[in-house]
């Protein structure tokens, strides 16, 4: 009988690149089809829908994946700021630190000798000490931060393939109508893949999740097409 224990490999960073794919693209196709949606309802010609949706797919691309790098490395700095701090505070204040391990447990149940024995057993190793307080104190774990230029790029990445798939059937000179349709569809069917995936990531019924997150990306298109046409050329004539 095979009793040597079951691995479990967990990679810390793989939900974070998902978390970062999964909003790249849910916001890339929404918001670019929602763009076309607007345009053709605007009764513009192809090439202008085009033009501003690949405009739309590279500023987007930009902004967010700029905007993640900044709130990412954010993190990890403030993180890096605590840990210094509590660093400092076990090295020249040790026995407050020792008391404020002995609250955390004493606030999950333990006392006596049990309680002894685990402050002992944690301050006795600096960086066990230090995880402890950065974990248990403020509620910080390294590996829950990602790279900043790697959520960057894969949020980045991730926007542009998924907001081009409402601006390919524009790109294949159709009439814009059926255009519109064939993008609404493709989008439709990569919305509920996206909202599957999310859901699947924070233990939800994945089809809920995928409904959810079609439903949600319809509306924004049809609002699009509607605020487009009530402007469109034809109606403002």
Do not use: C
């Not at 709130?71 to 020792?98: A, D, F, G, V, W």
């Not at 059937?169 to 989008?187: H, S």
């Amino acid at each position: 009988m095979n009793n040597r224990p079951i691995k479990e490999n967990h990679k810390t960073n793989t939900g974070g690149i998902i978390r970062e794919v999964v909003f790249g693209a849910n916001d890339g196709m929404v918001s670019t089809l929602a763009l076309v949606a607007g345009l053709t309802g605007a009764a513009l010609s192809n090439w202008i829908i085009v033009l501003a949706g690949l405009t739309e797919v590279l500023t987007g691309a930009i902004s967010m994946a700029v905007g993640t790098y900044i709130s990412t490395k954010s993190q990890r700095e403030y993180y890096n700021k605590e840990l210094n701090k509590e660093n400092y505070e076990i090295k020249n204040m040790p026995k407050k630190e020792i008391e404020e391990v002995r609250e955390i447990y004493r606030k999950k149940g333990f006392k006596g000798k049990d309680l002894d024995l685990i402050v002992k057993t944690i301050t006795a190793s600096k960086k066990r000490w230090l995880d402890e307080m950065m974990v248990n104190e403020l509620g910080l774990v390294k590996s829950s931060y990602e790279k900043p230029i790697n959520a960057g790029l894969w949020i980045g990445i991730s926007f542009i393939i998924a907001g081009m798939i409402p601006v390919i059937p524009y790109l294949l000179n159709l009439e814009q109508n059926i255009a519109l349709i064939y993008a609404g569809v493709f989008t439709i069917i990569a919305l509920f893949v996206v909202g599957a995936v999310k859901g699947n990531l924070s233990a939800r019924i994945w089809w809920k999740s995928g409904i959810e997150m079609v439903i949600i990306g319809g509306i924004t298109a049809a609002i699009g097409y509607l605020i487009g046409n009530a402007f469109s050329i034809s109606n403002l004539i």
